[in-house]
Structures are given as C-alpha cells and as structure tokens.
C-alpha cells in the first residue's frame, strides 16, 4: 500500500473533497441544472441515463456513475445493461440500434482523442435520431461530461446518493 508522509494511505487524500463547488458558485450549479433539464426534454429517458452513465465512466466519476446508475435502476433499467456498458461495443445485443449509436456518440464526444468526432460516428447518429433529437443528444452529453468535470475536479465523494422517489 502507497502511503502519504509515512502515515495516511494515499487512496485516503484521493477520496477527500476538495470544494463544495456547488454551495461558493451557486448561479453556475443553477444553470447547469437548467441545462441538464433542457437538454432531458425530449430525449428518451433510457437514453438520457445510459448516456450519462458511459460518460461517467469514461470520466471515471465515481460520484456521477453512483448517481446515474441509482437512478437507472430505479428507473427500471437491468443491471445487465448497466453492467455491459463498460464493453458495450461487445455486447451491442443488449442496446437497441438508437441506443447503439447514441453509446458511441457519447464516447466520441467524451474522449475526443483525434480532436473532432468522427463522420462515420456522426452520420450514424442524424440517422436515426431526427435533428431536435440529435440536438438534445449532443447537449446531454456535453453536460453530463461538464458535471463529471465539476466532480472529478472537486473529488464528490460517491455513496451517499438516493434516488428520487416517484411523485
């Protein structure tokens, strides 16, 4: 085990919250709950969650993938599904086409790696989502990445989330 000084173990400072971002920079918090409400409408809720969660995962944020996995399975999701999203390009048989293409969207606008996402990837997309769809892909998987930002970031610690129950 790495420890820190002799005395701490680093994995301890690495699970420590660094800010409550939320709580000093409030207006920005709101907003981008805004955003991820806008960018939700529209979008089918299975989707919105399985976007979130491969981001999450991609981002390796710990407190988001808690999150969203909770609130998938609350939701009624597998946890077949959420489990296979780690190596979904193996196992395409568990997502439907749209879902499909919406994964890889995800990943190309997440990891960015040649700086642009790909045409191929893209075309798939505006295939099968129409252009109010798309849009609201695009923009779930932009905020989902600025969230998994703010907790990456500021070290939110995972655990503690509970589902909001249905009104």
């Not at 805004?34 to 991609?58: C, W, Y």
């Not at 009624?76 to 994964?103: M, N």
């Not at 190309?108 to 790909?118: N, Q, S, Y």
């Not at 600025?146 to 655990?159: E, I, L, Q, S």
Request: aromatic share 8%; with cysteine.
């Amino acid at each position: 085990m790495n420890t820190n000084s002799g005395s701490t173990p680093e994995y301890v400072h690495e699970h420590t919250p660094r800010l409550a971002w939320a709580k000093h920079a409030p207006e920005v918090y709101k907003a981008m709950i805004q955003l991820d409400t806008a960018a939700r409408k529209g979008l089918d809720p299975v989707v919105f969650e399985l976007v979130k969660i491969r981001a999450s995962q991609l981002n390796h944020c710990a407190f988001c993938l808690d999150m969203h996995t909770k609130d998938a399975l609350a939701a009624g999701e597998s946890v077949e599904r959420i489990v296979q999203l780690s190596a979904w390009e193996e196992s395409r048989h568990f997502y439907t086409e749209k879902e499909v293409a919406a994964l890889a969207l995800t990943e190309a606008i997440t990891v960015l790696t040649d700086g642009f996402v790909p045409d191929d990837v893209y075309e798939e997309a505006a295939r099968l989502y129409d252009e109010a769809e798309l849009s609201r892909l695009i923009a779930a998987i932009t905020t989902i990445n600025a969230w998994n930002r703010f907790g990456v970031t500021t070290r939110m610690v995972a655990g503690h989330y509970k589902p909001q129950t249905a009104k």
